[in-house]
């Protein structure tokens, strides 16, 4: 089992806190830093300075880290243009010497595009008839080989003979995860596109069901490629009760909730909780940290909980 780092910096996290998180992750050992791709807070927080943008801070990390893994969870098909977000994604994977991740999903706030002047198509079926589109078209241009140009003849996006630059530094591309419960049309386009699929803040019998809508849109694709599968999950580990307590507080959650529907607990309660998503499959854990500010926290899951996983 490998162990991610998961942030949500519209919550409330400037680059300075983005990197020092990151810098702690790679130093502690672990896999990878992902991050959230929002522009607006959520619940009753001020969200203070504000949001960063996704791919912009991973620009700057692939500068700053030298091993760890980066990527989102979830770039949002709605906020950008799919050639553009390419050559985006292309430059920061060379930026970092072939380190990057592509988490890629519909989008859904639409406050945050409210709030911004970003269209937000109305049915969620027009968001996904974009979202597969965009998939094509990304996919297509990092896949053509280098000398021949991308054309795309979509209902939402057309592309004439692209010269299909930069290419990413890995070869053929960047992995690429698809998320999310969807029960037919999120297990067709993961098997179609994805390395690996994510279920966010599930259960484990709902993950387990997850996984298992998806392992048969694999089998019935009849790819031959291998599929990642993985669980994002909030952490909240302490090394006694109260620690477990302090934490929880700070992030405004109650302990028996996160117990229920997250990490929580001491060590040995995560490591016993991870062993579960792992006997169903899953084969990275996304852990979001929701506290930045909190290294020691960091600590704590890297000392005496990641060397029980892995």
């Not at 390419?86 to 292309?90: E, R, T």
């Not at 709030?115 to 937000?120: D, L």
């Not at 990642?228 to 006694?240: E, H, M």
């Given at each position: 089992m490998?162990?991610?780092?998961?942030?949500?910096p519209?919550?409330?996290?400037d680059?300075?806190?983005?990197l020092?998180?990151?810098?702690a992750?790679?130093?502690l050992?672990f896999d990878a830093?992902?991050?959230?791709?929002?522009?607006?807070?959520?619940?009753?927080?001020?969200?203070?300075?504000?949001?960063t943008d996704a791919?912009?801070?991973?620009?700057?990390l692939a500068?700053?880290t030298?091993?760890?893994?980066l990527?989102?969870?979830?770039?949002?098909?709605?906020?950008?243009h799919?050639g553009p977000l390419?050559?985006?994604?292309?430059q920061?994977?060379?930026?970092s010497?072939?380190?990057?991740?592509f988490g890629?999903?519909a989008?859904?706030y639409?406050?945050?595009?409210a709030?911004?002047?970003?269209?937000?198509p109305?049915?969620a079926r027009e968001?996904f008839?974009r979202?597969?589109?965009?998939?094509d078209?990304i996919?297509?241009?990092?896949?053509?080989?280098v000398?021949e140009?991308?054309?795309?003849?979509g209902?939402h996006?057309?592309l004439?003979?692209?010269?299909?630059?930069?290419?990413?530094?890995q070869?053929?591309?960047?992995?690429?995860?698809i998320?999310?419960t969807?029960?037919?049309?999120?297990?067709r386009l993961?098997?179609?596109?994805?390395d690996?699929y994510?279920?966010?803040?599930c259960?484990?019998?709902d993950?387990?069901?997850?996984?298992g809508?998806?392992r048969?849109a694999?089998a019935?694709?009849?790819?031959s490629e291998?599929m990642?599968?993985?669980?994002?999950?909030?952490?909240?580990?302490?090394?006694?009760d109260a620690e477990?307590?302090?934490?929880?507080?700070?992030?405004?959650?109650?302990?028996e909730?996160?117990?229920a529907n997250?990490l929580?607990g001491?060590p040995?309660?995560?490591?016993?909780?991870?062993?579960?998503?792992?006997?169903i499959g899953?084969e990275?854990m996304y852990l979001q940290v929701?506290?930045l500010?909190?290294?020691?926290?960091?600590?704590l899951v890297?000392?005496?909980v990641a060397p029980?996983?892995?």
């Open positions: 490998r162990l991610r780092i998961f942030t949500e519209q919550q409330g996290a680059y300075d806190t983005l020092a998180v990151a810098k992750a790679e130093d050992g830093f992902f991050r959230s791709d929002h522009y607006l807070k959520m619940g009753d927080v001020d969200g203070l300075p504000g949001p791919w912009i801070t991973l620009a700057g500068r700053e030298s091993r760890i893994r990527g989102t969870l979830m770039t949002a098909a709605t906020f950008r799919p390419a050559i985006s994604v292309a920061v994977d060379r930026m010497g072939g380190r990057v991740e890629f999903g989008g859904w639409e406050a945050e595009h709030a911004y002047g970003i269209p937000f109305a049915s968001r008839d979202y597969e589109e965009q998939l078209v996919t297509g241009l990092w896949s053509t080989p000398g140009t991308f054309r795309y003849e209902r996006y057309r004439a003979e692209g010269p299909a630059l930069p290419k990413p530094m070869a053929p591309r960047p992995p690429v995860l998320g999310g969807g029960l037919k049309r999120t297990p993961a098997a179609a596109h994805a690996e994510n279920v966010p803040f259960s484990v019998e993950t387990a069901a997850a996984f809508r998806t048969d694999v019935a694709s009849g790819r291998p990642v599968y993985s669980a994002a999950q909030v952490l909240c580990c302490g090394r006694n477990v307590a302090r934490r929880a507080a700070a992030i405004g959650r109650e302990v909730e996160l117990k997250g929580a001491t040995d309660e995560i490591v016993k909780k991870i062993g579960r998503f792992a006997e899953a990275r929701l506290d500010s909190d290294l020691d926290h960091l600590e890297a000392s005496e029980r996983v892995g």
